[in-house]
């Protein structure tokens, strides 16, 4: 299984400013999906992130917004930009295990925004 | 939008009781998993079961799909205290690797 390093584990922000998350993956993985969890609800998709290309935004998420990093094949960065209350949710990567389709989790972070 | 709802939304049991959720979704699929998620933060894989498989057993945990209904249910047997958690079922639609996740089941399981 996939050992995943999520960092920073939680932040508190003011309004406006961004937040840069990290996600440090201990083997190579081709696809890393970056996943949000507001307050008391599921997981919803944010974007899929592909070394070598863009990433690909789920509906209702924008790169303006969600600028996302893969600059190799063990690591990516997620940025919640110009932040608002209503982006105080879990943010989570994950990457796939190709040889049985399971899904690995970092542990999350918890961002508060002020 | 959620690709699939489970119910109950919550459900609270006393030890060595058995909990059920039971999950619905909306397309077609390869697989349904199950997660847990303890306070809010990273997911722990619980049980894949493939489109073609009607039923899987891991340890206390029995998982049944059926494909016509588009539905699947999840059974905990002899729940301990330490099975308390938010359960999810996930999708993967053909084509897509990325997980579609239901609403979840929060079980409170009392000792």
């Known amino acids: 299984s996939a050992v995943i390093s999520q960092k920073p584990s939680r932040d508190i922000c003011q309004r406006g400013t961004s937040l840069t998350i990290q996600c440090q993956v201990d083997?190579?993985?081709?696809?890393m999906f970056w996943y949000r969890q507001q307050p008391g609800q599921s997981l919803t998709l944010i974007a899929t992130?592909?070394?070598?290309?863009?990433?690909?935004?789920e509906s209702g998420f924008v790169i303006d917004k969600f600028p996302i990093s893969r600059p190799n094949l063990t690591f990516s960065t997620l940025t919640v930009s110009n932040m608002s209350p209503e982006d105080s949710s879990i943010y989570l990567c994950?990457?796939?295990?190709?040889?049985?389709?399971?899904?690995?989790f970092g542990s999350g972070t918890q961002l508060s925004v002020l | 939008s959620q690709q699939g709802e489970e119910d109950p939304q919550a459900l609270s049991i006393q030890e060595g009781e058995n909990a059920t959720m039971n999950c619905s979704y909306k397309?077609?699929?390869?697989?349904l998993q199950w997660y847990r998620q303890n306070s809010g933060r990273g997911l722990v894989h619980l049980i894949l079961?493939?489109?073609?498989?009607r039923e899987k057993h891991s340890g206390r945990l029995r998982v049944t799909l059926d494909t016509s209904k588009k539905s699947s249910s999840l059974l905990i047997t002899a729940s301990r205290a330490a099975d308390t958690a938010s359960y999810f079922c996930?999708?993967?639609?053909?084509?897509?690797?990325?997980?579609?996740f239901g609403s979840g089941t929060r079980l409170q399981v009392q000792p």
């Open positions: 994950s990457v796939v295990d190709r040889r049985n389709e399971k899904l690995f």
């Open positions: 083997s190579q993985v081709t696809m």
């Open positions: 992130a592909n070394q070598g290309s863009e990433a690909t935004y």
């Open positions: 397309t077609s699929i390869n697989n």
């Open positions: 079961i493939r489109s073609n498989e």
């Open positions: 996930a999708t993967s639609p053909p084509g897509r690797r990325a997980l579609t």
